[in-house]
């Protein structure tokens, strides 16, 4: 901690030498040096958001406030040809118009932003623009409307990348991906501005690898706008939840906050067929699993910002949740058993943090997570020929994890910017598995953990926006990485590069190196019994895994897509299923293969019919391969070739009623020794605005068919397993939403101050 504390000091007295302009100026002549007089003079962000406006005056010359890092100036005279000019420095130089006569085609400025814009090597989104074109309850199924985006069992997925991380307000967070996601479900679409997809993420972001960066919208000054709504959801069970959201700007100071409560009932059913072989002989075991959860869930999410003067801001944040008494069953019929599970699991979060942004480019933050989850289990089962188990048992873990950071950015000579920050996170894991009671198995000990993780990195990159359209950004991170007996330094370079000779064509190129580390519940050693035939271990000595991409995009009118990708992870581990060879018994257990490497090409092809259809079809064409020497007694070394086509459409009958009908397929893929077969769904949807827009009614129905379900079937040197999991997918949602105060998606003058200094 004194190594971090020592760099903070540093980068706070380097960076207090550096010049605070309180002013961007600049000079407008003609091609004959003459100055303009009279030209008005646009300030905006690079996705069209206003920020000032100027007259030259008589010598030419003008002056704004300055507001953003980087930025557009859209100059303007009737004699003269319009002039868009890239700016990031105070000074925004002499700007030289052109009569007319002599000009190129008038350059127009338009209020309503285009759906996707390209910055510095990401992908921005306008979510306001994609919740028009369809039908959405939260920010999470708009974000998974993205191209390339896809909801695969509860994780946001990129194609082109294994893994994605969601940052949010550009800066990651101690919470999990999992818990992200959660936060994102039970946020409202108009709680977020923007969504930036990167496939190289810049390393001021203190993540590697794919992200997607959730920019949370802003009120505009001294306003109040809140949504109040009621959700219904059948899924075999009945679920309801509730929430409200408010953001409220007064002087210099901002508020959000959010409260979901919420309660949850579903249904899952597993079939499996098993032919086992042990001790000479095969056993044909079948059974049919009913996973039944249900409980209340509470969410709430509160921030303030206060703009202490025009460089600086501060903001604060709390994010928790709390599920108590939350209740399951898992019920277990078969040839080989039965058997009857009653859980009882009780979880909390409490999420706290804070961010400082200057005008001078430092950014410091800190934040901290609390979570504790209790899980009691009691298990009673009987086996063939009258033998019974019975199992009680108590599982818990506990995490706190810190997390410091510091962020600097300069502008140097010749437009070129300079980055460097450093991180520091600390961990610190507990979990145990207590037997209260066995019967009918033996050597069932108990067993505790507990895990000190340390993340350390520093950082450094230049980027530059060149005038021809091009950008460049360099970069590389040194981390140092501990827990338990393991021990590591790694140096991750990273590339990008993008280029638009023009508004129609953006070609962007992205090389990067990083690591991803196992869950803190997969590194320590328990084995957790499911059923009397299934169970889940997770050992000691799993291995972070390297990950090496290549990302290659091709944006022609900022519409359609064509990418190109490879992606290669050495220690990759994922959970895997196997049919014991001592004992009757198929064990899931999560550990590291030799390598995952994936390459293949995707195409994203938006269109529409007049004004009532909106269409986007994307297709992707995907080679995997599979390697681990070390599986068991069972080494595979696979590959398969598989496709992806996905189709939305959303029909609009007027202003103030909209269907949506989306479907997609997926070919049989690999994973392992197991292959899941084919798969296809279709969603559909209805809403309808009144109330002059601030009330909508909207009526959902995913996976209409009910046949979104994943069947895996190994066939692998002697293993023969079938698994039909997730029956009842169907799932029918009604939502009423009411609001009231301004609205979030007028042109509005914006301070994100989770985002200042870059």
């Known amino acids: 901690m004194n190594l971090i504390k020592t760099a903070f000091c540093l980068i706070i007295l380097i960076c207090s030498s550096i010049p605070v302009w309180s002013q961007t100026t600049g000079k407008i002549v003609d091609t004959d040096r003459q100055p303009v007089e009279g030209a008005?003079?646009?300030?905006?962000?690079?996705?069209?958001?206003?920020?000032?406006?100027?007259?030259?005056?008589?010598d030419g010359t003008f002056s704004l406030e300055p507001m953003a890092d980087r930025y557009l100036l859209i100059v303007q005279h009737l004699f003269y040809q319009s002039q868009v000019v890239k700016g990031q420095t105070r000074d925004a130089g002499i700007i030289v118009l052109e009569p007319k006569e002599h000009s190129l085609a008038e350059v127009v400025v338009e209020g309503e932003r285009p759906l996707v814009t390209v910055e510095q090597g990401k992908l921005s989104y306008d979510i306001s623009a994609i919740s028009k074109k369809h039908i959405v309850n939260n920010a999470y199924e708009a974000i998974c409307k993205l191209p390339g985006v896809q909801d695969r069992s509860g994780k946001l997925s990129l194609i082109g990348a294994k893994d994605v991380t969601v940052i949010l307000n550009g800066k990651a967070s101690t919470l999990t991906q999992e818990q992200l996601i959660e936060m994102l479900k039970n946020t409202s679409a108009s709680q977020v501005q923007t969504a930036e997809v990167m496939y190289n993420t810049p390393p001021e972001y203190h993540v590697r690898g794919a992200a997607i960066n959730i920019v949370t919208a802003k009120a505009a000054d001294n306003t109040l706008q809140s949504e109040l709504s009621a959700t219904y959801s059948n899924q075999y069970f009945g679920s309801y939840s509730g929430n409200v959201n408010f953001l409220l700007t007064k002087g210099k100071s901002s508020l959000n906050v959010s409260y979901n409560p919420g309660y949850s009932h579903i249904m899952t059913v597993m079939d499996l067929a098993s032919m086992h072989q042990y001790d000479g002989q095969v056993y044909d075991i079948t059974q049919r699993q009913k996973i039944n959860t249900k409980g209340w869930k509470h969410n709430i999410y509160a921030e303030y910002g206060y703009q202490i003067n025009e460089d600086n801001a501060l903001s604060v944040g709390y994010n928790g949740a709390l599920s108590g008494n939350g209740k399951g069953t898992i019920d277990v019929n078969g040839n080989f058993q039965n058997s009857h599970n009653d859980k009882v699991q009780d979880s909390w979060l409490h999420n706290v943090f804070a961010r400082y942004s200057s005008g001078f480019g430092l950014d410091l933050g800190v934040d901290y997570t609390d979570y504790s989850m209790n899980d009691y289990n009691h298990l009673e089962s009987e086996l063939t020929g009258h033998t019974r188990q019975l199992l009680d048992y108590t599982s818990d873990q506990k995490i706190r994890k810190v997390s410091v950071y510091a962020d600097q950015s300069h502008s140097l000579a010749n437009d070129w910017t300079l980055k460097y920050g450093v991180r520091y996170d600390y961990t610190d894991n507990r979990n145990s598995q207590l037997f209260n009671q066995t019967e009918g198995k033996d050597n069932e000990d108990n067993s505790t953990s507990r895990l000190y993780e340390q993340i350390a990195n520093l950082y450094a990159g230049f980027d530059k926006e060149f005038a021809n359209g091009l950008y460049l950004s360099l970069s590389a991170t040194g981390e140092y990485y501990s827990i338990g007996n393991y021990h590591k330094w790694s140096l991750y370079p990273q590339a990008s590069l993008s280029y638009s000779p023009s508004e129609?064509?953006?070609?962007?190129?992205?090389?990067?190196?990083?690591k991803e580390y196992p869950t803190y519940w997969d590194m320590q050693t328990s084995t957790t019994y499911m059923n009397a035939y299934e169970e889940i271990q997770t050992i000691e000595g799993l291995r972070p895994a390297n990950v090496y991409s290549v990302n290659a995009n091709y944006l022609f009118l900022q519409k359609y897509m064509?990418?190109?990708?490879?992606?290669?992870?050495?220690?990759?581990?994922?959970?895997?299923?196997?049919?014991?060879?001592?004992?009757?018994?198929?064990?899931?257990?999560?550990?590291?293969?030799?390598?995952?490497?994936?390459?293949?090409?995707?195409a994203n092809i938006p269109f529409s019919i007049g004004n009532w259809l909106s269409s986007q079809v994307n297709a992707t064409v995907v080679n995997d391969r599979n390697r681990c020497d070390h599986f068991w007694d069972i080494p595979f070394d696979r590959n398969k070739w598989a496709c992806m086509l996905s189709m939305q459409?959303?029909?609009?009958?007027?202003?103030?009623?909209?269907?949506?009908l989306d479907a997609m397929y997926r070919s049989s893929m690999i994973s392992g020794i197991s292959d899941t077969k084919p798969v296809f769904t279709v969603n559909v949807g209805a809403q309808w605005n009144f109330l002059k827009d601030k009330a909508s009614l909207s009526l959902n129905?995913?996976?209409?068919?009910?046949?979104?379900?994943?069947?895996?079937?190994?066939?692998?040197?002697?293993?023969h397993i079938d698994l039909n999991m997730g029956q009842y997918s169907r799932t029918v949602s009604v939502k009423l939403v009411y609001r009231f105060g301004g609205s979030i998606t007028k042109e509005k003058r914006e301070v994100d101050s989770s985002r200042f200094g870059h």
């Open 40 to 58: 008005t003079v646009v300030m905006q962000l690079p996705d069209s958001t206003y920020l000032g406006a100027a007259i030259s005056a008589a």
């Open 504 to 514: 129609k064509h953006t070609f962007m190129l992205g090389v990067s190196s990083e």
């Open 562 to 602: 064509l990418s190109l990708f490879y992606e290669r992870i050495d220690d990759y581990f994922t959970m895997e299923m196997y049919q014991a060879k001592d004992r009757l018994a198929l064990v899931y257990r999560t550990q590291n293969w030799n390598y995952y490497q994936s390459f293949g090409m995707s």
């Open 649 to 660: 459409n959303h029909f609009s009958v007027g202003s103030q009623l909209g269907f949506d």
């Open 701 to 719: 129905c995913s996976d209409l068919f009910d046949t979104m379900r994943m069947k895996v079937k190994n066939r692998y040197a002697g293993q």
